[in-house]
């Protein structure tokens, strides 16, 4: 399983429609999991960042094709990225050459 954190923007359209972005959302969860991919979260943000969405799939493509397929619509731009759990990234660490790095001073 993969999981990703998508930072989404709205674009000049996504916010002139703004009233139905909650009905947009729940259509993309449809497809999303059509396509066999889970929305674990997801939040409308104040600031630069309009969206946050958390996703998690069995492989890469199927988020990418997901995200794609957003794109298309036209309503936001989005930009993805891959998230680890600290199991997923200690096993990822452990993989370093050079065995463990302790940041301790001695």
Sequence with gaps: MVR???????TEVGASQ???????AQMLSERAGAMGVTIES???TL???DAVVVLSAPDEGSV???STFLAKQGYVRAR??????????AAILGRMPGGTISLDAD
Aim: hydrophobic share 55%; aromatic share 18%; no cysteine.
């Design 64 to 66: 990418v094709a997901l």
């Design 47 to 49: 600031g630069e960042i």
């Design 80 to 89: 993805l990225l891959r998230a680890f759990t600290e199991p997923e990234f």
């Design 4 to 10: 990703f954190v998508m930072l989404s923007t709205f």
């Design 18 to 24: 703004i009233q139905d972005t909650t009905r947009r």
């Design 42 to 44: 997801l939040f409308w």
